[in-house]
């Protein structure tokens, strides 16, 4: 069998066939020769047996060869395996008259994305940076650059940008304070959310308590919630169980009349498969959505952007949907869907005793709560 003069460009040599050509056993055109023989005629043959069977290499060599390739792969596999990026979880301004590369390195290898300045930055209003880092010799701005990061720390002068091991310890200990630092921030930040989470409660009850009927209720809660999330319109729909239908109950917004007591279908829009599926959507921009029906907007002229949509839930069964359109002073967050869950799990409580009886009155809810 005559070997080809050169390899095609389509042909891809395996790992096999460039250890075996590296180490002189076989050539490259044998190799090519191979392959195109395997392709036509042994597809299921391995390229080994076949470069053995065309007497290009013996079996000795060949066994020889793939026990280097199986401990090749498994190094390079247990490298894939044990290697972790560093997550850039920190940011760091470090303040010097040098470009200290070497410090940027170190930092960089500890998960920290650093900046290196050889002026203060001037900042208006909260810190910028995680951690503010001063060489020796700059320590003079130390004060000034006080207010630009929440965790401070000094490092000695760098020799020839080298940094000692001693200096190394050094920063890595600011960077664990600051981690330390971000770690208790988060914590007092979510002891805030709770606490403002049971003062939502709270307020939402007593305007529950007080309202003369479940419609001026829900009324209460839909103010609380555009008073709280500042939006152009809102809707809460009503599932009527007679034709599964929602219609639109309590309508905040530039088109209330013409919304006022409307029919949707459940096959159509968001807020139906919200409320076919009893889950919450926060959807920065609708127009990426499939789901979005943008009929009335086109009727209307209204632009829908953005939206929060929540189950009103009673029972494991939906009542109905919560619906808030285009935030106003920023984008909607997961504060604003958790504050809306809360709002939705009293509306369909509502929902579900205005379903049980005619009452004229719901002021025994404060005996309940």
Not at 219 to 234: F, H, N, P, Q, W
Request: net charge negative; charged share 20%; hydrophobic share 40%.
């Amino acid at each position: 069998m005559q070997p080809t003069d050169e390899p095609t460009k389509e042909t891809i040599v395996p790992l096999l066939g460039t250890l075996l050509v590296a180490e002189g056993l076989v050539t490259q055109e044998q190799i090519s020769s191979t392959l195109q023989l395997q392709q036509q005629d042994y597809p299921d043959e391995l390229l080994g047996e076949i470069l053995v069977r065309c007497g290009y290499l013996s079996r000795k060599s060949l066994e020889r060869v793939l026990s280097h390739q199986s401990e090749l792969r498994q190094n390079i596999v247990s490298r894939l395996e044990s290697y972790t990026p560093n997550k850039t979880d920190l940011r760091t301004l470090v303040l010097s008259r040098k470009s200290e590369h070497s410090l940027s390195t170190f930092l960089a290898s500890c998960g920290v994305a650093a900046t290196v300045s050889s002026t203060v930055p001037v900042v208006h209003g909260p810190p910028i940076y995680d951690l503010l880092l001063v060489a020796a010799d700059y320590v003079d701005h130390l004060g000034i650059g006080a207010a630009t990061a929440a965790t401070i720390g000094m490092f000695p002068t760098t020799i020839d940008d080298t940094l000692s091991p001693d200096a190394q310890v050094l920063v890595m200990r600011y960077v664990e304070q600051a981690r330390a630092y971000g770690r208790l921030s988060n914590s007092l930040e979510e002891k805030h959310h709770s606490e403002f989470e049971l003062q939502t409660i709270s307020t939402l009850i007593r305007s529950v308590t007080m309202a003369q009927t479940v419609q001026d209720a829900l009324l209460k809660l839909m103010t609380i919630v555009r008073d709280l999330i500042s939006i152009e319109a809102g809707t809460l729909f009503r599932l009527d169980p007679a034709d599964q239908r929602l219609v639109f109950d309590i309508v905040l917004g530039p088109f209330q009349n013409e919304l006022s007591q409307r029919r949707l279908s459940l096959d159509h829009g968001i807020a139906g498969w919200v409320a076919r599926h009893g889950e919450s959507q926060l959807i920065p921009d609708v127009s990426q959505d499939a789901r979005f029906e943008a009929t009335f907007d086109r009727q209307t002229g209204f632009q829908t952007r953005s939206m929060l949509c929540v189950p009103l839930l009673a029972l494991g069964q939906v009542r109905g949907v919560l619906q808030l359109i285009n935030k106003t002073d920023g984008e909607f967050t997961k504060s604003d869907l958790s504050l809306l869950r809360i709002t939705a799990a009293v509306g369909g409580m509502l929902l579900l005793f205005n379903s049980l009886a005619s009452m004229s009155s719901p002021s025994w809810l404060g005996d309940v709560f």
